[in-house]
């Protein structure tokens, strides 16, 4: 049974692996619309653009070169995704060549992080390649559910029982090896 469960994460990792690694667009911006507040991006792996849920932002993604004819399109399909609020797709308007804008309306009792793909088909939910951090580190980029303190300060995580995170057993190497043999 073990060996089954690790030949099955295995083969996810094969077949998700190639498309982060070949993700070049980056998430350069995020911006409110109105009121709302942004902060970020913060992260040493994942990168999180902080912002507050019922509010509008414009985000910017630039390197989008992979679709779209080489990022020369006038515009090309991405999606927000949610396991809180389910998948967003939308379309974004070329600004320059492998720069996209669009705009997204964060739910307004958002919880968790929202991963954005570029190169997406349209309700296809597996379609696409992640955006990347705004410096070209090979990690996601996230929008985040934050409420914040007066002035846009000091951005609080919203979490909730549905976000996800990765359960840890603490094991020696020898102890995983065994699992391995």
């Not at 993604?61 to 399109?73: F, K, M, P, Y």
């Not at 515009?75 to 396991?83: A, F, L, Q, Y």
């Not at 300060?153 to 065994?178: A, I, R, Y």
């Amino acid at each position: 049974m073990c060996k089954r469960y690790l030949l099955v994460v295995a083969s996810l990792v094969l077949v998700a692996a190639p498309v982060l690694s070949h993700a070049n667009a980056r998430l350069i911006n995020v911006v409110a619309v109105g009121s709302g507040c942004v902060s970020g991006p913060t992260g040493p792996a994942v990168q999180a653009w902080d912002v507050e849920p019922g509010e509008t932002y414009t985000l910017t993604i630039s390197h989008a070169v992979e679709c779209g004819n080489g990022g020369t399109d006038p515009t090309i399909n991405v999606r927000v995704n949610s396991t809180t609020h389910g998948n967003t797709d939308i379309v974004a308007t070329n600004v320059g060549v492998g720069v996209y804008e669009f705009n997204y309306t964060m739910p307004t009792d958002a919880v968790c992080t929202f991963p954005i793909f570029y190169c997406t088909e349209p309700g296809e939910s597996n379609s696409g390649m992640f955006v990347i951090r705004d410096d070209g580190g090979m990690f996601q980029a996230h929008l985040r559910a934050a409420s914040f303190d007066p002035g846009c300060t000091n951005p609080h995580e919203l979490k909730g029982p549905e976000c996800m995170t990765v359960p840890t057993d603490n094991k020696t190497w020898g102890q995983v090896k065994v699992l391995y043999r």
